[in-house]
C-alpha cells in the first residue's frame, strides 16, 4: 500500500533557529500533500496544501512566511518552520494524495514532534 | 471549513465491552474517514465510508450523510484498541478536517 515516510520523527532545536521537515510518498506520486498540526490531547488542524509546482494554500491564521512549505517533486513536500520560537513546539503531520482523485489516498506520515527549546 | 465534532470526548472500557462512537459533521462531505492515533502518534486509515456501512473484524461503521453523522463500533474490545479515535471529512476541495476526536481506554 501506499508509504509516506517523514522525517525527522523528532527533533529540539534552539530559538531562533529553523528547522526544515521533510515528507515524502515514497511508492507513489503525490501531487497534493497535507500539513497538520497537533497539540496535546488535541485534534489535527490543517495548516496548508501544497500543490506540486504551485504555492501553498495556507489556511486561516497560519503565517505563510513562518511555515515556508516547498512541493518540488511528485514526492517530496517540506515544512521549514523559521525563526522558531517554544510556542512552535508541537506535533507535525503530512499526508500525501495521489494525482488520480483516489479517495482513498490520503495517507498519512508518522509525525515530527517538534520542540523549540 | 467544515465542523466536525465528536463523542464522547473519552470513553473508558472493560476489556471485552462494546462501544459506540459518534461522529456529526455540520455541512455536506465527498467523504469520510475514521482514524485510529497509536500512542507514538501514527494515524491508522479504519474505514473510507461517505455513506452507507462497512465492517472490518470487531469494528464497523454507519454514515448517514443525509443526517450528516457516522458511527463507529467497536466490539469486544482489545486494550490494543485504546488510543484517539478520529473521524476526518472532506470538502469539495478535498482538505480534510478532523473531528475533535474520542480518547479510548480498554483496561483489562
Known amino acids: 500500500g501506499a508509504v509516506v515516510s517523514q522525517h525527522p520523527s523528532r527533533v529540539i532545536c534552539k530559538s531562533g533557529t529553523s528547522v526544515k521537515i521533510e515528507c515524502r510518498s515514497l511508492?507513489?506520486?503525490?501531487?497534493?500533500m497535507f500539513w497538520y498540526r497537533q497539540f496535546p490531547k488535541q485534534s489535527l488542524m490543517l495548516m496548508a496544501t501544497?500543490?506540486?509546482?504551485?504555492?501553498?494554500?495556507?489556511e486561516q491564521g497560519v503565517e505563510k512566511d513562518k511555515f515556508l512549505i516547498n512541493h518540488a517533486s511528485l514526492t517530496l513536500s517540506t515544512l521549514t518552520v523559521t525563526s522558531a520560537h517554544p510556542e512552535d513546539s508541537s506535533f507535525y503531520i503530512c499526508?500525501?494524495?495521489?494525482?488520480?482523485?483516489?479517495?482513498?489516498?490520503?495517507?498519512f506520515g508518522s509525525g515530527t514532534r517538534l520542540t523549540v527549546v | 471549513g467544515i465542523q466536525v465534532e465528536q463523542s464522547p470526548p473519552d470513553l473508558i472500557l472493560q476489556e471485552g465491552a462494546n462501544s459506540t462512537l459518534r461522529c456529526n459533521f455540520s455541512?455536506?462531505?465527498?467523504?469520510l474517514q475514521w482514524f485510529h492515533q497509536n500512542p507514538w502518534g501514527q494515524l491508522i486509515n479504519l474505514f473510507y465510508?461517505?455513506?452507507g456501512t462497512k465492517q472490518n473484524g470487531r469494528l464497523s461503521a454507519t454514515t448517514v450523510a443525509t443526517e450528516r453523522y457516522s458511527l463507529l463500533y467497536i466490539s469486544s474490545s482489545q486494550t490494543t484498541d485504546s488510543g484517539v479515535y478520529f473521524c476526518?471529512?472532506?470538502?469539495?476541495?478535498?482538505?480534510?478536517?478532523f473531528g475533535t476526536g474520542t480518547r479510548l481506554t480498554v483496561i483489562p
Open positions: 465510508i461517505p455513506s
Open positions: 476526518a471529512v472532506s470538502d469539495g476541495a478535498n482538505n480534510l478536517f
Open positions: 499526508s500525501a494524495r495521489g494525482g488520480g482523485g483516489d479517495p482513498y489516498g490520503y495517507t
Open positions: 455541512d455536506s462531505v465527498n467523504n
Open positions: 511508492d507513489f506520486q503525490a501531487t497534493t
Open positions: 501544497s500543490n506540486e509546482g504551485s504555492k501553498a494554500t495556507y
